[in-house]
């Protein structure tokens, strides 16, 4: 049980910063659709993010309220600060970059064979949430086509 929860954790961890980085974005686009639509991911990455904290509360754990400042995804989407002075493109390729590496931590999960055998509650926990993480993959591949 203990991998399941360590696996829960850094799940809900990546998806918090993840969550913060849409934020960023939304803050530092200098287009107000761009704008408007990373606050529409913060939103529903924010209902995610409930999930999975709820996960962790019910397995008598601390919910993630933090942002992990050595997390990949984190610093993916710090870059966004960097990236807004060279235009919106950069600040897609970022989303961009930060959505590819949350939705292959899940699928690295959810296709692992020592994880298959993990806490069912956990388990439909993870599959669930996918759904809108992968949601956000297509979001960001739909602004590279859109915008970049």
Partial sequence: MSQNIETLKTLTQITYDSVEGYRTAA???G???MKKA????ANMRSQTLAKLNNGLLMHKEKPIASVSLSGSVHQ???KITEAVSNGDKAVIDRVDEGEEFIAENFRRVLNDDEVKD???S???LIQDTYGEISKGERFANMLEAQFA
């Fill in 27 to 29: 803050e530092k686009s």
């Fill in 118 to 120: 993990m806490d069912l």
């Fill in 38 to 41: 990373f606050e529409q991911r």
């Fill in 76 to 78: 993916t989407f710090l």
């Fill in 31 to 33: 287009s107000s659709a």
């Fill in 122 to 124: 956990i388990r439909t």
